[in-house]
């Protein structure tokens, strides 16, 4: 069974930034879309930022634009979320994700998840 495995979450300060990284322990996976979603408590699940294979399209919630930054390693196999100027409101548990779709951005065209990692922003 495929598994992607999150990394770099931890407790920052306001304005501090933090980089999440995700990797897949079967590159084999259809991976035509990876994805960051995060959930905070009491908050449904909310789409962060995709990025296709290529590399050559990127999409970001709103909320996160100019601030956050998905990315992809030379060789495909993990991609990353660069954060920063972090808020209070971005604490939540953030889960990596791959997709056979291309373009996706719904929580639903993704098929394989992590288990999460957890970023806390103090104010």
């Known amino acids: 069974q495929v598994q992607l495995v999150e990394s770099g979450g931890g407790l920052v300060p306001a304005g501090g930034s933090l980089r999440l990284s995700c990797a897949a322990s079967d590159t084999t996976v259809s991976r035509n879309t990876m994805g960051w979603f995060r959930q905070a408590p009491g908050k449904e699940l909310e789409f962060v930022a995709s990025i296709r294979w290529s590399g050559s399209w990127t999409d970001y919630a709103e909320s996160v634009k100019d601030r956050f930054t998905i990315s992809l390693d030379g060789a495909r196999k993990t991609w990353s979320l660069q954060m920063k100027s972090l808020k209070s409101d971005d604490s939540a548990i953030y889960y990596c994700?791959?997709?056979?779709?291309?373009?996706?951005?719904?929580?639903?065209?993704?098929?394989?998840w992590g288990r999460g990692t957890q970023v806390i922003v103090s104010s």
């Open positions: 994700a791959a997709s056979k779709e291309h373009f996706a951005t719904n929580a639903r065209e993704f098929n394989v």
